[in-house]
């Protein structure tokens, strides 16, 4: 079994700055794909982002203004999202997946206003 922690969402005004942590713990399968999804209110839950050995995805959405990136040592992704805007209001949720397998993290909040 794969636990998945997140960390760093909150309450920033926009055009500000957080960075989204994802932990793994457990029995992890490797290479694996990480990444987080987008729910906005209302709204389905989105792919904004993610990692695979030798490769990166964004969004439109968050191109150019997020990177993920992934300290396989700590088993950690992380999103850094810059230039925030009210849109990226939401849920981030964390997954790891390899195959047919997929896990997911709890979510955490991010709320952009002013």
């Known amino acids: 079994q794969v636990q998945l922690v997140e960390s760093g969402g909150g309450l920033v005004q926009p055009g500000g700055s957080l960075r989204l942590s994802c932990a793994a713990s457990g029995s992890i399968p490797s290479p694996n794909t990480m990444g987080w999804y987008h729910q906005a209110p209302g709204k389905q839950r989105e792919l904004v982002a993610s990692?695979?050995?030798?490769?990166?995805y964004y969004a439109d959405s968050v191109k150019g203004r997020s990177t993920i990136f992934r300290d396989n040592a700590k088993n950690t992704v992380y999103l850094q999202m810059d230039s925030l805007k009210s849109e990226d209001t939401g849920v981030y949720y964390c997954f790891l997946r390899r195959y047919a397998a997929e896990y997911w993290g709890q979510g955490t909040q991010v709320t952009v206003s002013s």
């Open positions: 990692t695979t050995p030798g490769s990166t």
